[in-house]
């Protein structure tokens, strides 16, 4: 816990001649979630390098949220949508943030329990919001070559039109007979990487998890000279009363 002190405390002090971005954390704008808030945020290190970029939510959100907008299957959700700090766009493939609310999960069935899809988009908004369904947007269905994915993910046939293909991790406890709970999914679009998703369920997220998990590696990145996250986690500060959902330990690649 001591080694996430500084992750989420967000440090204002810096020598001035070092990076203007040395141990510092930058919040996104706070939007509203239920009745409650959600912001993104960046941390860098002592040298001003990328740590650390994720979401803050509130437990008064998450306690206030819609349960239903008439609709069916992946489109039974309601999409909050984060801009990034500047900052860490500049230095890291991450483009902004939606998290997904899914108050009936979605398909396969093994997902159908109320979960959140915090995805980590390397698009822009508007490439997101242009992708079609399997018929009308054949690059939809166009894989990345395998050394741009882990080598135990696999294609589980989940297609979304606005989101892009979703792999899963062969060993992930839920495709091996345990109750979901939460799992990093990578996706893609046209041949390419575009996203990273920490998908998790409203239940795990109430346990208050002090939670980190690695990030599985692809052999190669197709955006190189960026940083990239090697773990991501879940944390829940009493403090504030807030959620925290992450990607960090940060490698230049």
């Not at 040395?22 to 990328?50: C, L, M, R």
């Not at 489109?75 to 909050?80: E, K, S, T």
């Not at 609310?101 to 915090?118: K, Q, T, V």
């Not at 046939?157 to 839920?174: A, C, F, I, L, Y």
């Amino acid at each position: 816990m001591l080694s996430l002190v500084m992750l989420f405390s967000g440090c204002d002090d810096y020598d001035d001649k070092t990076s203007p971005l040395a141990n510092q954390t930058i919040h996104g704008k706070t939007i509203h979630v239920g009745e409650g808030t959600a912001y993104s945020w960046a941390t860098f290190d002592e040298a001003g390098n990328p740590a650390a970029v994720g979401v803050r939510f509130s437990e008064q959100a998450v306690n206030t949220l819609p349960q239903q907008d008439n609709s069916e299957g992946h489109g039974h959700m309601i999409y909050y949508e984060m801009e990034l700090p500047q900052e860490i766009m500049q230095q890291t493939p991450f483009k902004h943030i939606v998290m997904d609310w899914n108050p009936m999960g979605h398909p396969p069935a093994l997902y159908e329990l109320p979960h959140f899809d915090a995805h980590f988009y390397m698009i822009s908004s508007a490439e997101r919001k242009a992708i079609g369904d399997e018929v009308s947007d054949p690059k939809l269905m166009i894989e990345p070559a395998p050394r741009y994915l882990p080598a135990d993910y696999i294609d589980v046939q989940v297609n979304v039109p606005q989101m892009g293909k979703h792999w899963v991790d062969r060993h992930s406890p839920e495709l091996n007979g345990e109750k979901f709970t939460q799992t990093m999914i990578y996706g893609s679009y046209d041949g390419r990487v575009i996203f990273f998703e920490p998908m998790y369920t409203v239940e795990y997220l109430q346990s208050k998890p002090d939670d980190t998990f690695d990030l599985k590696q692809p052999e190669e990145f197709q955006q190189k000279g960026l940083y990239y996250p090697t773990r991501y986690g879940f944390y829940y500060d009493a403090d504030k009363k807030e959620y925290v959902i992450w990607l960090d330990n940060m490698q230049l690649k």
